[in-house]
C-alpha cells in the first residue's frame, strides 16, 4: 500500500484523517451510528402524554375566585358488558343452595332450560340464600352477587359467563371541577386506569366487586356533598444568593404582621397562613430580594368534602428535577367552628420513601398557606451535590371553595359574586 501513494508535494501537507477506537469498533466522520437494543417499553416521553394535563397543570392566578357556584348534575354508573337480556318468561320459585359455588348454584337453578354456565375466570366464593319466588333475572343477580362475581348472558350461544372483573361508564357533569374532584378521590382510593373522553365527559374503567363498591362510594357521597375543595399552588426551588439561608423572619416588616395569621411547624418545615395580600406576586418579588427563584411545578386538585386528594408534583413538573417524587396530599372539610366558617384542612408531604412532613391547618375563606423550610437535600440521593445546603422547597397553596346546588336554587336577578356569593353561603 505504501508502494503505491503518490510521492507527496513538497509544498503540501498529507492531511489523514482522526480516527477514533471505541469497543473494537473503528469510528470516523463517515460511521453510521450504533445504539444499543433497547427493550419493548413505552417511550418516556409517550409514557407521559395525558390530556388531563393541561386541565390540571395550569393556573390563572389574575382570575381566581375563592368562592364559586356549579349547578348540581347526576352522575350516573352503568356496566357496559353485561351482554344480553335473560329470558323474561322463567320464574324461579322456592329455590334454597347452601355453601355452593356460584357455577354450581346457577347449574341448579337452570335445570331443564337451554342454558349453560361457564367460568370465564375461576370463581372461589361460596354462596348460601333463598328465593321464594321471582324472575331468572333477578334470581342469577342474587346469586352472582352474593359470589361477588358478574355475569354476561349470550342469547345466540345460550350461555352465562362469569367473571371476576366488569366494565363500567361513569357519566359525569359537564364542569371540569366537579369532574377533577370525581378523578381525584379516585386516585386518592388508589383507583388506577381511567379512560376519560373529555369530549362528552364520560369515564371508563375496569375492576372487581370490591372496586365498583368503591366508586360507587365515591359517586354517592360526592352527589350528597355540598361543597368540594378545590387547591391552586405553586411549587418552587428557591436557591439564596450568598451563602446565607432565606431570611423569613422579614416577611413580617415586608406585609404586616396582620397578613400572617398563623405559623404551623411540622417534622420538617413549617406552614404559614396569610391573608390574601400574599399572593404568588407578592411571594415571588419578596423571594428575589435575596434568593433566585424556579417555579418548577404548577397545577391544582379538587378534595371532595371530607376526602383525600394528592398532587403529583413530577406530573406537572417542568423537566425532571429532584423534587419529581414528591406527593402533596390534603384532606379538608368547610363547615361550622364555633359560629365561623372555616376550611379545616391538612396537607401531608410524601415521597416514595414515605411521609416527610404533614400539616393540621384551620383557616378562613381567602387564606393562603406557604409551605417553607423544607431542604432540596430532602431530595438528593447522591452521597455529594452541588445545590446548596440552602436551597429549599417553598409551596403556596391556595384553597377554593365550589359549592355545588340545585340549579333551581340559582338566582337569575344577579350574579352571585363577592358578598352576595358569601350571603348565599351562609344560607
Excluded at 386528594?309 to 363547615?335: N, P
Excluded at 409551596?395 to 333551581?408: D, G, K, L, Q, T
Aim: net charge negative; hydrophobic share 40%; proline share 5%.
Amino acid at each position: 500500500m505504501v508502494g503505491c501513494m503518490q510521492a507527496p508535494d513538497e509544498n503540501n501537507t498529507i492531511e489523514y484523517d482522526n480516527v477514533l477506537v471505541v469497543d473494537n469498533l473503528v469510528i470516523d466522520d463517515n460511521s453510521v451510528p450504533i445504539f444499543p437494543k433497547k427493550a419493548a417499553l413505552t417511550t418516556d416521553t409517550a409514557r407521559r402524554f395525558s390530556i388531563e394535563l393541561p386541565r390540571r397543570c395550569t393556573v390563572d392566578w389574575d382570575n381566581q375566585s375563592v368562592v364559586s357556584v356549579v349547578p348540581e348534575e347526576k352522575i350516573e354508573i352503568v356496566r357496559v358488558d353485561k351482554g344480553d337480556a335473560l329470558p323474561d318468561d322463567l320464574t324461579v320459585s322456592d329455590y334454597d343452595f347452601k355453601k355452593q359455588g356460584v357455577s354450581s348454584a346457577l347449574n341448579k337453578l337452570l335445570e331443564g332450560t337451554d342454558i349453560v354456565v361457564v367460568e370465564q375466570e375461576q370463581v372461589i366464593e361460596k354462596v348460601s340464600g333463598s328465593i321464594a319466588s321471582g324472575n331468572l333475572s333477578d334470581a342469577v343477580d342474587l346469586i352472582t352477587r352474593l359470589g361477588r362475581v358478574y355475569y354476561s348472558y349470550d342469547a345466540a350461544l345460550g350461555e352465562i359467563k362469569l367473571f371476576n372483573r366488569a366494565k363500567w361508564l361513569i357519566k359525569m357533569p359537564h364542569d371540569d371541577t366537579i369532574v377533577m374532584a370525581l378523578l381525584d378521590a379516585m386516585h386518592g382510593a388508589d383507583v388506577r386506569n381511567l379512560i376519560v373522553d373529555w369530549s362528552d365527559n364520560t369515564l371508563i374503567f375496569e375492576g372487581n366487586y370490591q372496586t365498583e363498591r368503591e366508586v360507587t362510594r365515591i359517586i354517592t357521597d360526592i352527589a350528597s356533598k355540598k361543597y368540594v375543595m378545590a387547591w391552586d399552588m405553586d411549587v418552587y426551588r428557591v436557591y439564596p444568593r450568598t451563602d446565607n439561608p432565606i431570611i423569613w423572619m422579614n416577611l413580617l416588616p415586608a406585609f404586616g404582621e396582620k397578613n400572617i395569621k398563623m405559623s404551623i411547624p411540622g417534622v420538617v418545615g413549617r406552614t404559614l397562613v396569610v391573608g390574601p395580600e400574599i399572593n404568588t406576586k407578592t411571594l415571588q418579588e419578596f423571594l428575589y430580594q435575596q434568593a433566585n427563584v424556579v417555579l418548577i411545578s404548577q397545577g391544582h386538585f379538587v378534595v371532595p368534602d371530607g376526602w383525600q386528594s394528592r398532587f403529583d408534583i413530577g406530573q406537572c413538573g417542568k423537566e425532571e428535577r429532584l423534587e419529581t417524587d414528591l406527593v402533596v396530599g390534603a384532606s379538608a372539610k368547610y363547615s361550622d367552628f364555633g359560629g365561623r366558617n372555616k376550611i379545616d384542612a391538612k396537607i401531608v408531604l410524601r415521597t416514595s420513601n414515605g411521609e416527610l412532613s404533614s400539616f393540621t391547618i384551620p383557616s378562613s375563606v381567602g387564606d393562603n398557606y406557604i409551605i417553607i423550610g423544607i431542604p432540596t437535600h430532602s431530595f438528593v440521593t447522591t452521597p455529594e451535590t452541588l445545590i446548596s445546603p440552602f436551597a429549599e422547597l417553598v409551596v403556596f397553596m391556595s384553597p377554593r371553595i365550589v359549592s355545588i346546588v340545585n340549579p333551581a336554587d340559582i338566582p337569575d336577578s344577579a350574579p352571585l359574586v363577592g358578598d352576595a356569593l358569601r350571603n348565599y353561603l351562609r344560607k
